[in-house]
């Protein structure tokens, strides 16, 4: 059977949000759904249950009049018809932290009114979905980390596992910039460097010739050990606060031999605690 979730709720009260955690989760997911479509949507879904087994949708308060026919179309066409299991998730905040909300990230209200005056009109409109929801989640007071917490329980599933957290290993040179979406960047250039040696200089840290030279410095082996151990500890907090996507960069000069043997052997290390790790060597290439 399908297990579709309908969001729905106040504007700033965390409904992206939400379905991005959703879709951190394994679901598909369809922002701001029309109304007359999700009949529609929902055959394709039946059609493919195998891609479409988990679904989130949005639906809000521009969908406008489309909202009083929304409980006699979930009752025609999906209960009694479709029989997809559904449930109905409603985002809510006190009218002061959606104010300050939309102060903060300076956009307008979508109803395109001040934002007092369209937040009172919103909550006429979409009360249609109020009164009908399975859920309501009051994010008033929730960090990121809690609401997705409350998701997690909601739909059962374990959010707090490892394999939520999807960490990208990179290397790079800093000659050739230091790289945009980085969360943790750290520099190896305290290495003596092998591109001084002749007989390693165009070889990579890829190369074994590369990393005995590397391995041979105590303070590889010293600065590694700690390394290493400060990112264990500090990875579980990351995904308790609801990070679902961390970067780490270790960079040197050209980007193709220190820190690509400390990012190799990160990875290594990060794949041996059972995280999911990509690994990825920017300026390896580069000569």
Do not use: W
């Not at 979905?129 to 374990?158: P, R, Y």
């Not at 264990?232 to 990351?238: G, I, K, Q, V």
């Not at 043997?261 to 920017?282: D, I, P, Q, S, W």
């Amino acid at each position: 059977m399908i297990k579709l979730y309908i969001i729905s709720g106040m504007s700033g009260a965390g409904k992206s949000q939400a379905l991005k955690i959703f879709e951190d989760f394994g679901f598909v997911c369809v922002d701001n759904m029309p109304v007359q479509m999700i009949a529609d949507f929902v055959d394709i879904c039946l059609k493919n249950p195998c891609k479409y087994r988990n679904v989130a949708i949005s639906i809000d308060s521009r969908a406008g009049e489309a909202l009083t026919s929304f409980k006699d179309l979930l009752a025609t066409f999906i209960l009694k018809e479709k029989k997809v299991n559904y449930k109905i998730i409603f985002f809510n905040a006190i009218d002061s932290v959606l104010l300050r909300r939309y102060s903060e990230t300076r956009h307008h209200h979508p109803l395109g009114k001040s934002l007092l005056e369209g937040i009172r009109l919103e909550r006429k409109i979409i009360d249609r979905i109020f009164t009908i929801a399975d859920e309501v989640i009051d994010t008033s007071d929730l960090t990121i980390g809690e609401l997705k917490k409350v998701i997690s329980i909601l739909t059962g599933i374990q959010h707090s596992g490892k394999r939520y957290l999807n960490i990208s290993v990179l290397s790079f040179g800093y000659k050739y910039g230091l790289p945009n979406d980085a969360d943790i960047v750290y520099d190896v250039r305290f290495i003596t460097n092998p591109n001084y040696v002749h007989e390693l200089k165009f070889k990579t840290g890829k190369d074994k010739a590369v990393k005995r030279y590397i391995e041979k410095q105590k303070e590889f082996k010293t600065f590694f050990n700690m390394f290493s151990r400060i990112i264990e500890t500090t990875l579980p907090r990351y995904i308790k606060e609801g990070k679902s996507y961390l970067t780490i960069a270790i960079g040197c000069t050209g980007g193709r031999h220190r820190s690509v043997f400390a990012a190799e052997k990160l990875a290594k290390f990060l794949k041996g605690k059972k995280y999911n790790v990509k690994l990825n060597h920017r300026d390896i290439l580069h000569l």
